[in-house]
DNA sequence: CAAACATATGAACACATATTCATTTGTTTG
DNA sequence: CAAACAAATGAATATGTGTTCATATGTTTG
């Protein structure tokens, strides 16, 4: 199930067109983006994070620290460990816009 | 009307990641997000999105041929101008879903 | 409390890139 | 064809940032 979107009219100030820029540029980075498709769906820890897609802990750790003050995810521990998933199912939606958008036929006019 | 989104399983390779995060990095830096912002819902010209964010036709231009080699947005030839135009409607679902997130409530656990 | 484990933080560095300036290419019209 | 306008390109630079290494903080368990 689709979440509803919102329209564009919030984008007047500078202030938010930098703030959406901001969660753009968190997830143009390949760990990071990366690191957000590992906790998409469910809850996962730093270590797990690390050895499952082979970045060395301190790194991912400052990437969650990005995602997680820009609330691109949330933090919960448990025990020992602390588990990271995906803030909202917007995340999501944003992605698989994204995806579409790479598989959309190229229907350039002026390419040549 | 929203179009469809496609599943992440097309996200296996590491080369499908890294296109992914490249289009989202475009989008990622305010003078590009304004341009792609001003060139949403109709064509305009190079000359009109300098003006109109106040920022050099250079830069402008440098902004636009990333975009365009990325597909974001499309060029179309009149006459001496050239006008440029969002790619595909994705383009818009992406930034739509991205403000939603923004405007979605915090739930955070372990924040403090 | 000490030891072991899990995560977070800070500094330093290498690298990417946004912006500017100068110039060139392309297009229309006298 | 020359002049004027519009856009694209290249080089240079300043700034930002992703990554690593070392260390600190926090948590459980003996």
Redesign the interface.
């Known amino acids: 199930m689709?979440?509803?979107?919102?329209?564009?009219s919030?984008?007047g100030t500078e202030e938010?067109?930098?703030?959406?820029?901001?969660?753009?540029?968190?997830?143009?980075?390949?760990s990071r983006?990366?690191i957000i498709?590992a906790s998409?769906h469910e809850p996962i820890s730093v270590s797990d994070i690390a050895e499952k897609l082979e970045l060395s802990q301190s790194l991912v750790s400052h990437h969650l620290r990005l995602l997680?003050a820009a609330?691109v995810v949330?933090?919960?521990?448990r025990g020992k460990k602390?588990f990271y998933v995906a803030?909202?199912e917007?995340?999501?939606?944003?992605?698989?816009?994204?995806?579409?958008?790479?598989?959309?036929p190229?229907?350039?006019?002026?390419?040549d």
Not at 16 to 30: E, H, I, K, N, P
Not at 90 to 104: F, K, S, T
């Open positions: 689709k979440p509803e979107r919102r329209p564009l919030t984008l938010a067109v930098s703030q959406l820029a901001d969660l753009f540029r968190l997830m143009g980075d390949t983006l990366r498709l998409l997680r609330r949330r933090s919960e521990r602390v803030a909202d917007h995340i999501q939606c944003v992605i698989e816009d994204m995806v579409a958008h790479i598989g959309e190229d229907q350039a006019e002026g390419d």
